[in-house]
């Protein structure tokens, strides 16, 4: 006996019945990058030190973190996308558009989608009025489309963190779509309502969430692709040195990985 589904084939939640990708395919890979940059005097409010500095000390490790992305990171990955032939969507602070407007362009003339992320991000949307929203949203959108020569069509809040009027204010400048929504995989408003996953936005959420396993593989691919041309990751067979992996991850994250998440990524390394 064929049992009934409990959700049915039109509700609003589910997919539409046959829908495929391109070419028949059943999934489809999105990558995004954040391109960020805060307001001169701001840092970022997430570091890689664990331990607060006392109220008042300017944080100049936290700032230093923030700057990477948008100095030397950026970049790095650009090329990366590059080798690999593929287009991601950048989530780009409107500010770069004034600091870097030659490489937001290049960007964008690379065929990669500049979405707008706001003017800066210790601009949070959540603390503005109405007023102030709509103004950073107006800005954001401004720079981007002046520098890339076409507006943006989808928004990324700082923190994903929309104030109450930020898609009110989207929909009225032509934005197709706002990806700062975490409470359902599909909306449909006034535009379309994206859901922004954060699976793989930290080590500690793996934990929590016992995926802790498909984090560090994830982790050790970055380490060794972003550290490839460094010698000293390399054995004499050219191949990757378990024991470099293991000194760098402890190092960054001030844990040892099990060796057999290290024995389990070492197939997918070059070498």
Not at 145 to 172: F, I, K, N, Y
Request: aromatic content about 8%; overall charge positive.
């Amino acid at each position: 006996m064929t049992r009934k589904s409990p959700v049915e084939a039109n509700d609003r939640h589910t997919a539409l019945p046959g829908l495929r990708w391109p070419g028949g395919r059943h999934v489809a890979v999105v990558l995004n990058v954040a391109y960020e940059v805060w307001s001169q005097g701001q840092v970022s409010g997430v570091g890689p030190m664990g331990n607060p500095l006392p109220a008042g000390i300017f944080d100049t490790n936290a700032d230093s973190y923030g700057r990477y992305g948008a100095v030397d990171g950026i970049r790095r990955l650009m090329r990366k996308l590059e080798q690999a032939h593929a287009t991601a969507d950048i989530f780009t602070s409107g500010a770069l558009a004034e600091r870097e407007s030659q490489l937001v362009k290049a960007i964008a003339d690379a065929g990669h989608g500049i979405i707008g992320h706001g003017y800066t991000q210790d601009i949070i949307h959540a603390k503005l009025s109405s007023a102030d929203d709509e103004k950073y949203v107006r800005l954001a959108t401004k720079l981007l489309t002046e520098v890339t020569g076409r507006q943006p069509t989808g928004w990324v809040s700082p923190r994903a963190t929309p104030g109450p009027d930020t898609a009110r204010h989207l929909a009225q400048l032509g934005y197709k779509w706002q990806c700062d929504s975490l409470d359902a995989d599909l909306q449909e408003t006034a535009f379309l309502l994206v859901a922004f996953c954060k699976r793989c936005r930290s080590l500690v959420f793996f934990e929590r969430s016992g995926e802790i396993r498909l984090a560090l593989k994830v982790i050790l691919f970055g380490i060794v692709v972003a550290n490839e041309g460094n010698p000293q990751s390399r054995n004499r067979r050219g191949g990757i040195e378990t024991g470099w992996i293991r000194c760098v991850v402890e190092r960054q994250f001030r844990r040892i990985p099990p060796f057999d998440v290290i024995s389990e990524i070492r197939p997918l390394l070059l070498g």
